[in-house]
Nanobody, 121 residues
Framework: HVQLVESGGGSVQAGGSLRLFCAAS????????MAWFRQSPGKEREVVAKSNSDGHTSYADDVRGRATISQDNARNSLTLQMNSLKPEDTAMYYC????????????????WGQGTQVTVS
């Protein structure tokens, strides 16, 4: 059974940086996809960045160039480095995992963490 636990959120001033961590356990899928999503009040959950087990990464247009997603070689953690943060980055950030290659919609991901709040002022 896959479990995901996020950490690293917090409050930061605009222009600052944060690093989010997702500790994964119980993953036996191969290939698999891990991703960061975010959701702010009244908005649909949206993808921030995705990382396949083959190393391929992709980013949402509004974070490309400001975000870096990475996995460790043991497949047990996912990191999101966010720089030049903007107030519109304020949201609850979620780590997700699913078997196979990265789907587009959040509804297609099988496993989710509880989320970590990022607030940019």
């Amino acid at each position: 059974h896959v479990q995901l636990v996020e950490s690293g959120g917090g409050s930061v001033q605009a222009g600052g940086s944060l690093r989010l961590f997702c500790a994964a356990s119980g993953n036996t899928y191969w290939p698999y996809c891990m991703a960061w999503f975010r959701q702010s009040p009244g908005k649909e959950r949206e993808v921030v960045a995705k990382s396949n087990s083959d190393g391929h990464t992709s980013y949402a247009d509004d974070v490309r160039g400001r975000a870096t997603i990475s996995q460790d070689n043991a497949r047990n953690s996912l990191t999101l480095q966010m720089n030049s943060l903007k107030p519109e980055d304020t949201a609850m950030y979620y780590c997700a995992l699913t078997g196979g290659y990265c789907p587009s919609r959040w509804t297609e991901y099988s496993f989710w963490g509880q989320g970590t709040q990022v607030t940019v002022s």
